[in-house]
């Protein structure tokens, strides 16, 4: 679109228009961590939280387990965005070993894969957003609290694109972020597996690795996982019954619903309205 100008005032209108879709990732921060460790920091881990974790190392260097992977070393100026009850243990190996830990919930897609160590030099803002990011979300204000979570999103979107910038993408790529944002567009529809790789207009198994490359989970868990943390952002906006949630999520009833919760998260949708 051109810009529009008024002849008779002078005036200039400049429009911004986006070519594609300008989505941005919605998190709901729960809690932050701002560790300096020396030799001894050895943590093992119960399965944890439903919740994800982004630990971004800013120097020194350590070491991560997950459950069925191979170690994982976190060296500086690494990024990785893990599923917490996967965590099995995480360790210095070079002090001090300095990390950022958010953990928090979205509904949105990931920009890049889960359970995977990144490189992301980060930015000069870093530092300022993360000490109000730590200091909001401490808030009483329910407000405050807000601006913590919108701003570690926006950090989490300048790593993220660092990240992109310097991973060269599958020729396929751009077919499964196309195919992700139709999902959380309309996360009501029958999202089969056909479906998708049809619409794609790719193979099955090709969309598959395709898939899992992009996100680190296979369509029907991210389906499942999109679904779900959709339903806990509806359930503590407290405007919708479960039963208009699970038939707004494509649940088959808000018993399905329920139970599927109590599987992600660890606890009933009646426990996350009370608390």
């Not at 029907?220 to 208009?244: C, N, S, V």
């Amino acid at each position: 679109m051109n810009d529009r100008i008024d002849i008779k005032r002078g005036t200039r209108d400049r429009p911004s228009a986006a070519p594609g879709p300008a989505r941005a990732l919605s998190v709901n921060l729960k809690r932050i961590w701002n560790v300096r460790a020396d030799r001894s920091y050895d943590i093992r881990c119960n399965r944890g939280q439903r919740v994800l974790v982004t630990m971004r190392t800013l120097e020194g260097t350590g070491e991560l387990r997950l459950e069925g992977r191979a170690p994982i070393v976190l060296s500086s100026n690494s990024l990785i965005t893990l599923e917490q009850p996967r965590l099995r243990r995480y360790r210095c190996t070079t002090a001090p070993w300095t990390f950022w830990w958010f953990e928090y919930t979205t509904a949105d897609p990931f920009q890049t894969a889960l359970n995977t160590p990144y490189q992301a030099a980060g930015d000069t803002r870093d530092a300022a957003d993360f000490e109000e990011t730590f200091t909001k979300l401490q808030h009483p204000s329910a407000a405050q609290r807000a601006i913590a979570s919108a701003t570690f999103a926006a950090m989490l979107h300048r790593w993220f694109a660092e990240v992109r910038l310097h991973t060269a993408p599958s020729s396929h790529r751009r077919v499964i972020e196309v195919m992700i944002d139709r999902i959380h567009a309309d996360l009501s529809a029958d999202w089969s597996l056909p479906r998708l790789h049809a619409e794609a207009g790719l193979g099955e198994t090709l969309f598959r690795r395709e898939f899992k490359a992009a996100t680190g989970l296979t369509p029907a868990r991210f389906i499942r996982q999109a679904r779900l943390h959709a339903a806990a952002q509806m359930i503590e906006q407290g405007t919708y019954t479960l039963a208009a949630i699970a038939e707004q999520l494509n649940f088959s009833s808000p018993f399905h619903l329920s139970t599927a919760f109590k599987q992600q998260f660890g606890i009933r949708p009646s426990q996350l309205t009370r608390s």
